[in-house]
């Protein structure tokens, strides 16, 4: 092993090694040593095979932590294999969001046995959120808050923590509330600690943050964390009253899952895709993807098929016809890149839409005529035809306009439809730019040469 090699695979390489020799207790004490995000990670890392060993190797009452940092496919696969009572003890001492996350993945029935498994307390605080869709603020909560009142004074406030054995992780402010637990404000954690303890928490709260609604989409709550540079957030319902609150670290988690729902978008793949799934498996999912892409194929040959005389009369046509496509394909995706993340960051508004489809109808012209002049120069003297290369030049300007258009277009338009832009967009523009630039192309040649 070279010492360039990721500090992160490092334990990878030994547990690996250990496990083909054989040696389960060295594995064993390796796991122990191990952090609950390192171990998932070492899990995620590993074949089938060696994943339900590793499992096994896990200490009982580090499972539930180690469970809690895994994809959700894993997850599934592990508490597949439990009793419901074993699901309950295995989520012990989580947060009420993480668990409420583990158990919405499981058949109604079996999350209902899991909850009738819990104690009354635990299962009391779980059903405050587990019935908020995960993708919205209520799924993201936890209600470990907490709360004071705006007419303590300070010093009743520090003794009041002292009486707690620990605070909730992430505790950067003190919710205030009112005698009806509706928000009131925040008080940060440094100015109760430097402040004159005879002074009010009335005094030197915070109003100006506003608590998140219950229902907000998760993506516009991590929006706001990032543009804040929050480390928690208040949750509240309808009417004001506070449900919990929401920490950064779930914050990351949604970031995170968005990246790599759209990274894995691009290609078809669901952004829980596990890369050592079992090969039926796998090539279930991708089938249907690919289905879908030769289904597009087909359609663009129908458009070839069109001018099969045209391209029997001049055979350069074929040889030029997938750098038309190829040029409107790229400009398409690249603008399809651009739209779809400031939709992600909620930059795109009513405002800003019709100047974003002009820009890049005005980049098409720009990167077409400075490309058609290119590739016409080139096809005119690789086949000493001039006509040949004004043909290419107009069907690239055309493909080229075409794509900036569909590019910044469809994206919206699939928006509007409830349909993921990063999922369908690239489907439908390479669809798009595929037949306008074969038609363009043999459209024009056609009429040339009869």
């Known amino acids: 092993m070279t010492s360039a090699e990721p500090h992160s695979q490092k334990p990878l390489a030994r547990v690996t090694e250990a496990l083909e020799k054989g040696t389960l207790g060295d594995v064993s004490r390796m796991l122990r040593k191990m952090e609950p995000a390192e171990a998932a990670h070492l899990l995620e890392s590993s074949p089938p095979r060696s994943r339900q060993v590793l499992w096994q190797l896990i200490d009982d009452d580090l499972q539930g932590e180690v469970l809690n940092e895994l994809g959700y496919e894993l997850q599934l696969e592990f508490l597949s294999e439990l009793e419901p009572a074993q699901v309950a003890q295995l989520t012990e001492g989580l947060d009420d969001d993480d668990v409420a996350d583990i158990l919405q993945q499981l058949p109604d029935e079996v999350t209902f046995e899991v909850l009738e498994a819990m104690d009354h307390q635990d299962r009391a605080r779980l059903e405050q959120v587990i019935f908020y869709a995960d993708d919205t603020a209520g799924g993201l909560m936890n209600t470990d808050a907490i709360t004071i009142r705006a007419d303590l004074t300070l010093d009743v406030v520090l003794r009041y923590l002292r009486r707690h054995e620990s605070i909730p992780a992430a505790t950067d402010n003190l919710i205030v509330v009112n005698r009806d637990d509706r928000y009131v404000g925040l008080l940060p954690l440094r100015t109760l600690l430097v402040s004159d303890p005879s002074h009010s928490v009335r005094e ?92 597009t194929a087909f359609i663009a040959s129908g458009v070839i098929n069109q001018f099969q005389d045209t391209i029997e009369k001049v055979v350069a046509l074929a040889v030029l016809m997938p750098i038309v496509a190829s040029m409107g394909g790229i400009a398409g995706t690249q603008t399809v890149t651009v739209l779809v993340r400031a939709m992600a960051m909620g930059q795109i508004n009513a405002g800003n839409r019709t100047w974003l489809i002009l820009r890049e109808a005005y980049v098409g012209i720009i990167n077409g005529l400075i490309w058609a002049t290119i590739v016409a120069t080139a096809a005119a003297l690789w086949f000493d035809s001039p006509v040949l290369g004004a043909i290419i030049a107009a069907a690239m300007v055309i493909n080229l306009i075409t794509a900036g258009l569909s590019g910044a277009v469809l994206p919206l338009v699939l928006q509007r439809l409830k349909i993921d832009p990063a999922l369908a967009g690239g489907v439908v523009l390479t669809t798009v730019t595929d037949v306008v630039g074969f038609v363009a192309f043999l459209g024009l040649a056609a009429t040339f040469y009869g």
């Open 204 to 295: 030197l709260m915070v109003t100006s943050q506003q608590a998140l609604p219950v229902d907000m989409p998760d993506d516009e709550v991590a929006r706001l964390f990032e543009r804040n540079d929050w480390v928690s957030a208040p949750v509240i319902d309808a009417d004001g009253r506070l449900l919990g609150r929401i920490t950064i670290d779930d914050v990351v988690d949604v970031i995170r899952e968005d990246a790599d729902h759209s990274f894995m978008a691009l290609a078809g793949l669901d952004e829980d895709e596990d890369t050592f799934a079992p090969v039926l498996r796998t090539a279930k999912r991708r089938t249907v993807w690919l289905a879908i892409n030769l289904l």
